[in-house]
């Protein structure tokens, strides 16, 4: 009995050094602060791996994990509370490096050859510019305070200056080969995300502001809302999103049916053509993130999250009808696909 065992753990050993992390969806697990309880999930045909980092590595990838990207033969997880960016090879996930001096990072976008963007801080904010050949911080430019979310756009790092643990309403705008900020365009409250459509327009996600008193009780809220901008002349326009109190994070643009889809209590959908939001809701799940897959178009909606227990993927296709679940790890926000 003994003999068998031990050969049924070489095979198993022996089939996860066989596996190729490469191409498949890598759900973004944010954890519970101070725990290093989150990681990546990967998902790759009938293969789910909760958290393939800590399972190929044997140690935790960091705490507050907010962000994952895939250039060329490595992977970039961002954990913020640990304040770094671990590299992994895509294809055994091997952890073979990490980026440090952030303070507070949030997100990774790749803007040319061998250079990397990070945003960065909980206030007084910066992107960090990184040199893949390297690893290391070649430039910081100042931004707004608290940035989030960016987009990269011929030549130009559009960045969603959130406030942090502030208050911000506006969007940094790097031209990357001066390294300067040649625009900052007034938005609404608590830019988030942001994204392109096919006519080249920009859309940020606000996510409105909760305000509270001396003693830290909600008195109010400013209003989430959907800004286009057009990247010519910065000039804006805003679109309400849901009711007063509600504070989406999280939105995914879909080409191919010219929409955005928003995460809120419901499953948002923004006609772009028509400029208005749909009577009916694309889902009535609440939702912690959304992402599509360019593959399929099937949308990716990461559920409620309580920070302690592992979070549930629900794929749709493009019509709207539930697909599959997936179990993914604690807090769920968002999915990467390759």
Known sequence: MALVMVSCDKCKDANQDQRDYSSGAFVVNEGSFGNSNGGITYVGGSLTVSNVFQEVNALPVGDVITDFDRVGDFGYTVSNNTQKVVITKATTFERVGEITGFTYPRDFVSVATNLAAVSDGATAGSVKFVDLSTNSIINSINVGKGPEGMLVENGKVYVCNSGGWDIDSTISVIDVASFQVVQTINVARKPVEITSDADGYVWVLCSGETQYDVNWNVIGHTPA?????????????????????????????????????IANNQVESFDIASMTFNATPFSTIYANGIDINPLDNFVWICGPTDFTSNSTITIFNAEGAQVKTVEAGIAARKVSFK
Do not use: C, E, W, Y
Request: aromatic share 2%.
């Open 225 to 261: 809302a959907l800004v286009r901008v057009n990247p010519l002349d910065g000039t804006t326009q805003s679109f309400l999103i849901g009711n007063i109190g509600d504070h989406p994070l999280n939105m995914a643009m879909d080409k191919l049916h010219n929409r955005i889809l």
